[in-house]
């Protein structure tokens, strides 16, 4: 059984005792969230197709942790005028363990 949920924004597949890697949400460790725009469901075969979101279907995790990701180096340049700038970003995410869907 999995499901397709909105994250803000952003579409993950999820299964039960799964982790994923959320933007970063509000809560601190150990608490419990749920997801209400589920946008697909599939129950041993048979699926359900939201339009745009299947009604009734929730999602309920628990957040593990707050991380963040690698670190991109952003670099510009412009050559030959002396102009060279490096900086690095790192993106907060939210460790989730997803516990039920229904």
Not at 11 to 34: H, L, N, R, T
Not at 50 to 59: N, Y
Not at 82 to 98: C, L, S
């Amino acid at each position: 059984m999995y499901a397709i949920v909105d994250i803000a924004g952003k579409q993950f597949k999820v299964a039960k005792d799964q982790y994923i890697y959320a933007p970063k949400m509000e809560g601190d460790a150990g608490a419990s969230v749920s997801f209400d725009k589920v946008l697909l469901v599939d129950n041993g075969g048979s699926v359900q197709v939201g339009a745009p979101t299947v009604s009734g279907a929730k999602v309920s995790g628990k957040i593990l942790e707050h991380v963040k990701g690698n670190k991109v180096i952003v670099f510009k340049k412009k050559r030959r005028k002396g102009y060279a700038v490096k900086n690095g970003h790192r993106q907060q995410f939210t460790k989730v363990q997803i516990e039920s869907i229904g």
